[in-house]
């Protein structure tokens, strides 16, 4: 299952392509002259084989494609994919694109480098090579001292599995840079985006950076994001456990009551599927248990 650091990546490159043109010019790699169009990276071969990039882009007019890949681990099977990908995908845009392997880790970094290359007995050979973008220390410090306050969220997705000192600075840098955003809106989606891909433990180090005690303090601003941005983590947590065992009690009443061959209207199990207060759905499973009807069920004594 892919990781919140992975998702999160792919979401903020697909949903403005722009971004991609600048994280890379920010890097000092070629950067695009059109817009970048996102479109369906589901790619389907004649013998139903489906690849599936994590994302795909064209410009329009020139035939060009970029498919990009956020690589978090070696994966060799995938690694045997690209040139297929890339194949196919030269031949559907009537030009070569390329393959782009995003990652904040060094080994995967050298492994992706590597490519893939495949030689027959008589010698013909496969080699195929993508483009590397690794983000790691040196980027993240750069991608902070750029203009556009975004950048911060590379920044800090280039710290996703480290918690030492330098990463707890880059990822407070990151954290201050959404101060420069003045739409409300925007600073809080900034400000979530770079707090979901950091690691549990680099959280742990935020939170004890906020202590009363702790000299020297926070910046008042930087001290109150942390807090509010920690606290809606935990109460989005606690939601969702919520909801999870309100799912497992409806689906226990909805059960019994097939068993007691009572059926169930459209009605009535969106008024079972919507509720969320598992007290209230423990009190209609007692009553289904002897109930005769659904309005035994639902209605008190």
Known sequence: MPSPAHEWMIAALTEDPSRLDALLRALKRRGFSASLRVVDAAVHLADAVELSPDGLFVLDGDGYWLVVEVQLSVDEEKRT???LLAAYLRRRY???GDVLVITPHANVAAWSAEGWRARGRLETTLDFTPTVL???EREALTLLAEPAPEMAFFAAWAMQSRHGPTAREIVLGALRRTDDVKDPELKAALSRSIMAVLSETLKETLQAMIAPERQPPLEPFLEELVQRMLNSEARGEARGEAR???RGEAKALLRILARRGLAVDEASLARITATDDTATLERWI???VVATSLRDVFDAP
């Open 81 to 83: 994919m690209w040139p």
């Open 94 to 96: 009537g030009a070569m």
């Open 134 to 136: 690794r983000l790691g």
């Open 244 to 246: 999870g065992e309100a």
């Open 286 to 288: 007692d009553r289904a």
